[in-house]
C-alpha cells in the first residue's frame, strides 16, 4: 500500500465501511425485513405504509445520472506527481515549485463517441483528465491521447458531436464513426483532417491506457512570479511506450472484452504493477509566438518535437484504485478553468470554448452548483467564499455574512494574495472571423503521414477503407477522397482505388517528417505483456516452469489455458480453452501439440495470435501444434527448448508487423 496523501486522508471522512453492521432506512431505522414488503394478508395487495419498501424501491428508481455528453465511459485511478526540480523562472505554481511533497491526482480515463456502456477497444479518441489536488486548489489537465482536435473553434463542437454520434433516425451505430454523418462533416469540414489521421491511425486503439501518451492539445500559458508568461503545450509520456492493439484484433476484443481497457489499468494497479507517466513540456517564449508556419492558437496543429523538444518535469504514477466506481469516477467533475496561479489560458478560440463548456455540463449532470463538494472534487485545502445554498448543499456556514465588502465578520473572507489572471493586452474589432494562420488545412496532416513507417501507412489505408466501406452515400466517399490528395498522392492512390473512385487531384506535397510522429521507436521490455501458455495432459511442466520463471521474473503474466479447469502436470490451469480468446494476450506459447494440435480452437488461437503480429513460441511437443496451425512463414515464431531469453525479446517487441498475414485466414 503507497503512502497516504492528503487526498486519500481527506477521503476518511466519507468512507462508508463494508463493516457487519445491522441494516437501517435511511433515516437510521433498524430494517427487520428486506426480502418480503408489507401486504394485507399472505396474498394481499402490499400497503403503502411499507416506508422501508417506498425507500428501497424509489432510491432505486433514481440511482442513474445522466451520463457525460461525450467521454461517457471512463476509467479512473489515483496517483501522485513528483516534480524533478522546481520551475520557479517559469511558473508560481506551488505544485510545480516543491519538490519535497509528491501532489495526489485522480485520472480518469476514457473514449468520446460511445455510451457509458459501450466497449472500450473502439476506434476513438481517448481522455486523459488529470485532477491535481494542490495546496493551492484544483489544477486539471484535461487532455486527450492525440495531441490535436477535430475543430478550431469550439462553436462547431455541438456539431462536431452530433456528427460523429450515433445517427438520430435509429441511433446506429454505437460508438463507431463509420457512418455516414461522420464523414460527411469531415468532406465538409477539412480542418478536421489533420486529427483524422491520427484517428486512422493505430494511436486510436491503444494496447492499454498505461501505454497512451496524453496531451493538453491547447498552447496554455505558465506564469512566474514577476508575472512573465510562457506558451506550454503538457505532455504525458508512458514509462511503458506508447503502444497499440491491431484493428482486426480490436473487433473480436469488443465481444471477448468489452471491458479489456478498463479490466487492464484496475489489475494492473491491484497487482502493484503502477502505471507511470513522465509529464513533459514543450516551451516557447512569448518572443518566439510568430516564428512558426502555424498559429500557436490552432488546436488542428503540434509543434513538432524537433523544433521544440520536450522538457521532462516530473512523473505521475497511478497507485491506487477507487473504492466506489459511481462516488469517484462518475462523479469526478473536470474543468479545464480549474487552473492555479502561474498556470494560465491563452485565446485558443477551441480552449476559450471548454472554459464556458465544463462547469455548464456539469451544473446539470450533477444536479446543482454544489458537486465541487462531491468528496472527490473537493479541494485539499480550505473552500472559503460566500457562495451560498442551492441544492444539495452539506456545508453547514456559520458565518452571519455572506457579502463582500462586510465589517460584521471583519471582512472575511477576504480576497487577497489570490490568482491573478495575467495581464495580456488585447485589442480587436467584433468580428466572426477565423485568422487566416488558421486556414492550412493540410500541411500537418502531410507531415503526419510522412512520418509513419510502412506498417503504419498500411494501417492507415486499412482504417479507411473499413470506415469509408461503411458509407452509404457516394458523394461522400469522394467528398473525403478528394481532400486525401491534397495530403498525399500515396494516401489518396490506394484508398481511392480500394473504394473503386478515380484518383483525386494530386497537390504538391510538402516534404518533411516528424520521426516522434511514428510509434516504432519505443521502450521494450516484457514488463505486463500477458501471455497464454497452451498446455494439456502430458504437457512437460519442466519446460512450461522454465520459461515461465524467467517471464514472470521480468514482470510479465502468464496465464495457462488448457481443454479443462484443474491442474496439468502440477500447474494450476488459468482459463478453459473454450473460454479463452488469443485477442486476450500480447504473446502465446503453444507447449502441447499431442492432444492440442488436433483441436481446431487451439490451431486458431496461435493463427490468430499470428494473424496479429504477436510473438509465439513453443516448447517440448508444442511445435506439433505450430504445424497444424500451417503458418504462411515463421517471423516471429520462437521453437525449440530453452527459448526463454529469445522469446522474452520478441515479446517485449510488441508486435512483428512486418510479418506477411495476407493469406492467413483467422
Ligand atoms: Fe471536452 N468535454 N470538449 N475535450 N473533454 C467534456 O465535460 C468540450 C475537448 C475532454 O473524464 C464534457 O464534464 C468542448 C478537447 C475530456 O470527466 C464537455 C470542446 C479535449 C473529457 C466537453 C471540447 C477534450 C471531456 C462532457 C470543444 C482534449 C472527459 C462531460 C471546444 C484536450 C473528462 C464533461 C472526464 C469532457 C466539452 C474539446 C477532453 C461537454 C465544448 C480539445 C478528457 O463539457
Known sequence: MPDRDAKDRQLDGSRVPSDKLNMTTDQGIRVDDTDNSLRAGTRGPTIMEDFHFREKLTRFDHERIPERVVHAR???????????????????????????????????????????????????VRGF???????????????????????????????????????????????????????????????????????????????????????????????????????????????????S?????????????PDYNRRDLWEAIERGAYPEYELCVQLVPESREHDFDFDLLDATKIIPEELVPLRPIGRMTLNRNPQNFFAETEQVAFHTANVVPGIDFTNDPLLQARNFSYLDTQLLRLAGPNFPQIPINRPINEVRNDQRDGFHQHLIHESRTSYAPNSISGGCPAAMDGYRHYQEKVEGHKIRMRSPSF??????????????????????????????????????????????????????????????????????????????LSMTDQPQSVATRKIAILMADGTDAAEVTALRETLEGRGAICEVIAPAEGTVGGIRVDRQLGAASSVLYDAVVAADGQALAPLGRAQFFVKEAFKHGKAIGAVGTGRELIEAARLPNFVGVVMGDGIAEKFATAVAGHRFHERDVAAVPA
Do not use: C
Not at 245 to 257: A, F, K, P, S
Open 245 to 257: 492493439l491491431v484493428w482486426d484484433e480490436v473487433l473480436r476484443i469488443q465481444g471477448n472484452d
Open 74 to 124: 471512463g476509467a479512473g485511478a489515483y496517483g501522485v506527481f513528483q516534480l524533478y526540480e522546481p520551475l520557479g523562472d517559469l511558473t508560481s505554481a506551488a505544485f510545480l515549485n516543491d519538490t519535497s511533497t509528491p501532489t495526489p491526482t485522480f485520472v480518469r480515463f476514457s473514449t468520446v463517441a460511445g455510451s457509458r456502456g459501450s466497449a472500450d477497444t473502439v476506434r476513438d
Open 439 to 516: 486556414e492550412d488545412h493540410y500541411s500537418q496532416a502531410t507531415l503526419f503521414w510522412n512520418s509513419m513507417s510502412n506498417w503504419e501507412k498500411q494501417h492507415i489505408v486499412a482504417a479507411f477503407l473499413f470506415e469509408l466501406g461503411h458509407v452509404e452515400r457516394k458523394p461522400i466517399k469522394e467528398g473525403v477522397v478528394r481532400h486525401l490528395g491534397q495530403i498525399h498522392p500515396d494516401l489518396a492512390t490506394q484508398v481511392a482505388e480500394g473504394l473503386g473512385l478515380p484518383a483525386p487531384a494530386m497537390a504538391q506535397v510538402h516534404a518533411g517528417t516528424s520521426p516522434a
Open 129 to 243: 483528465a488529470t485532477k491535481f489536488y494542490t495546496t493551492q486548489g484544483n489544477f486539471d489537465l484535461v487532455g486527450n491521447n492525440f495531441p490535436v482536435f477535430f475543430i478550431q473553434d469550439g462553436i462547431k463542437f455541438p456539431d462536431f458531436v452530433h456528427a460523429v454520434k450515433p445517427e438520430p433516425h435509429n441511433e446506429i451505430p454505437q460508438a463507431q464513426s463509420a457512418h455516414d454523418t461522420f464523414w460527411d462533416f469531415v468532406q465538409l469540414q477539412p480542418e478536421s483532417l489533420h486529427m483524422i489521421m491520427w484517428l486512422m491511425s493505430d494511436r486510436a486503439i491503444p494496447r492499454s491506457y498505461r501505454m497512451m501518451q496524453g496531451f493538453g492539445v491547447h498552447t496554455f500559458r505558465l506564469v512566474n512570479a514577476s508575472g512573465q508568461g510562457t506558451f506550454v503545450k503538457w505532455h504525458w509520456r508512458p514509462v511503458l511506450g506508447t503502444y
